[in-house]
């Protein structure tokens, strides 16, 4: 039998991105019985949902719901609640800034069988050009790894979803993000095994708000930020505190050493400076601050 995945979507004011997203999944090549679930974010205008009410002849079996309560943790259980609603033993999460190659899903099966993980990650290419400088693409060799980076091309075994207890994201990272991040933690602690996948790939969307120098840097900062609130949230040891401290403390010294060297480097002068932002985030978290970096939008 066909095995079956529910690939789900969070949106939020984005229906262009959406509706590309949409027509990328459609135009996949899969032995898979494939459905699709987009939760909306945005109760007021909808915009997501009324796309997808209004694709009566789309080639999957196509849900949408609203997600009432903002944020990107509150977004991912509703799909995961509802996803559980169906029959479908993979659950595949990709943002809507994002579309997959006709590939996507059949790479991601097979990588499942031949390596039992439980939650996998695929590859995320952001492609060439101004716009692009910056925005590293997310990519590892296929096979088991120790630790997933973010939950924007995943796919997950129904069995995990089912044995964790509801929120499977914490709401505490609704709009600082890091909830992914915090989601696999508590998996890697429970035992459960990550694989990549390089062949399951999809493509990044770079808005021309995220263009520019500035909104890298407080992405760095962000990520150091929420990174930092996760390790946090886990009661680390003194050992823990320390480490993080010494590497924080190295970035912050040696980073803008690095920036000068490398000012000169079109393709690596920002990698310096992200180092120096994300460390600071880092830094502010330990003091308590949160960066809540999802409360703009980026794109249409």
Request: proline share 5%.
């Amino acid at each position: 039998m066909p095995d079956k995945v529910v690939v789900c979507i969070p949106t939020f004011k984005r229906p262009r991105m959406l509706a590309r997203l949409l027509d990328a999944i459609a135009r996949l090549e899969t032995d898979a019985e494939v459905s699709v679930l987009v939760a909306d974010n945005d109760a007021e205008t909808h915009a997501g949902l009324d796309l997808c009410h209004g694709m009566v002849a789309y080639r999957w079996p196509l849900a949408a719901v609203i997600a009432e309560k903002r944020g990107i943790a509150q977004v991912r259980n509703t799909l995961v609640e509802h996803a559980l609603k169906t029959d479908a033993q993979f659950i595949a999460m990709i943002d809507d800034d994002e579309w997959p190659e006709p590939q996507w899903i059949a790479r991601f099966l097979e990588l499942a069988h031949e390596t039992q993980a439980d939650v996998m990650q695929g590859s995320i290419l952001f492609g060439y050009g101004e716009a692009a400088d910056g925005h590293g693409d997310i990519r590892r060799a296929t096979g088991p790894v120790a630790m997933l980076q973010g939950a924007g091309n995943i796919l997950i075994r129904r069995a995990v979803l089912e044995e964790m207890t509801a929120p499977w994201f914490d709401p505490a990272f609704a709009l600082s993000g890091g909830e992914d991040r915090d989601f696999f933690v508590r998996l890697q602690r429970a035992g459960k095994r990550f694989a990549w996948s390089d062949e399951a790939r999809a493509h990044g969307d770079v808005p021309e708000t995220r263009a520019n120098l500035g909104w890298l840097l407080k992405r760095a900062y962000s990520v150091g930020n929420s990174d930092m609130l996760v390790v946090l949230k886990h009661r680390p040891g003194p050992a823990t505190i320390a480490a993080e401290t010494v590497k924080i403390l190295a970035a912050l010294l040696l980073s803008p050493l690095a920036a000068v060297i490398l000012a000169a480097s079109p393709n690596r002068r920002a990698l310096p400076l992200q180092k120096l932002f994300r460390a600071a985030g880092k830094l502010t978290a330990m003091f308590g601050a949160r960066y809540n970096e999802y409360a703009v939008v980026h794109g249409e």
